[in-house]
Structures are given as structure tokens and as C-alpha cells.
């Protein structure tokens, strides 16, 4: 089995894996990063966003052999380094953006990437860039707005009834 360097959340990590080995996986059962989950083995879910040389990426659609050098990020390298959540982390947990939290690491990775990309994204933008991760509990608003408030900008207003 070939041996891979992988710069984890600033820290180089080896790990002896085979060839087929999902960088999911690796992360997982090799590197003992259980924060990237693993939801549907068919890429659609994005619970298993991690950040690869700062682009958000399915880890369970890629091997860990082709990003041996690379820079990864998972979950557990996006709290403050006092160990405090970072201001995506908070908004979620003050905006009721996780219930069960299944899907929280996929969601904070592809908010993290969105925002560095478009710091203060619309609410449709938010939408749209969501569309690879899927929540089972929340009905996304709460998702949202805790985006939305991560931004600095104001929560959207739920239409009344």
C-alpha cells in the first residue's frame, strides 16, 4: 500500500492506503477525523464536503492518493484556535441552522468556501449554492439565515402566511 502525505488543517498527516482508498475514508479510519461524514456512498449528500487546496470538494468522490501534497480542511480545523466555533459555526448553532447535525459539517465546509468566495452572498445565491448538500431535518431556512447572519447581513424575512 503506497504511503501519502496529506497537509490536514496545517498539520501533515501519513497515512499507508490503498489505491481505492476515498479520501472520506482515509480521513476517517486512517487520520481519526470523523467530523467529515460519510451519508449516501453516491456523492449527493454533501456531508462529506472538506475544503482541497481551499476548493470545497466530495471527499467521497475523490481518492486519497490524488491529493497526496495537497492541502485538505475539514471541520475540525474550522474552530478558532482558542477551540471556540468560528463565526459560520456560531450562526448555525444561534439560527437554528442543525437539528440532528448529520449534514452540519458539509453544510458549514460549502458555507465557508461560498463565503470567502462571495462574502456577502443573497439569499438566492445562498440557495443555489447549497444545492449539492441535503438536510433531512431542518427545511433549510434556518440553514440559511444563519449564512446569511455569518455574512453580516440581515436574516430574510419568512413570507407570512
Wanted: proline share 4%.
Amino acid at each position: 500500500m503506497p504511503k501519502i502525505t496529506i497537509n490536514v488543517n496545517g498539520r501533515d498527516k501519513v497515512a499507508e492506503v490503498e489505491n481505492r482508498t476515498l479520501l472520506s475514508t482515509a480521513l476517517r479510519e486512517k487520520m481519526h477525523l470523523t467530523g467529515t461524514h460519510i451519508g449516501c456512498d453516491t456523492s449527493q449528500c454533501g456531508a462529506c464536503v472538506v475544503h482541497i487546496d481551499g476548493k470545497p470538494v466530495k471527499s467521497c468522490t475523490i481518492f486519497a492518493v490524488e491529493v497526496a501534497g495537497a492541502a485538505v480542511e475539514t471541520i475540525e480545523g474550522q474552530a478558532n484556535d482558542d477551540g471556540s466555533l468560528n463565526v459560520i459555526q456560531q450562526a448555525f448553532q444561534d439560527h437554528h441552522g442543525l437539528q440532528c447535525g448529520f449534514c452540519t459539517p458539509g453544510m458549514v465546509m460549502s458555507a465557508a468556501a461560498l463565503l470567502k468566495d462571495n462574502p456577502k452572498p443573497t439569499e438566492m445565491q445562498v440557495r443555489q449554492y447549497l444545492e449539492g448538500n441535503i438536510c433531512r431535518c431542518t427545511g433549510y431556512q434556518g440553514i440559511v439565515n444563519a449564512i446569511m447572519a455569518a455574512s453580516g447581513q440581515d436574516i430574510p424575512s419568512v413570507a407570512a402566511e
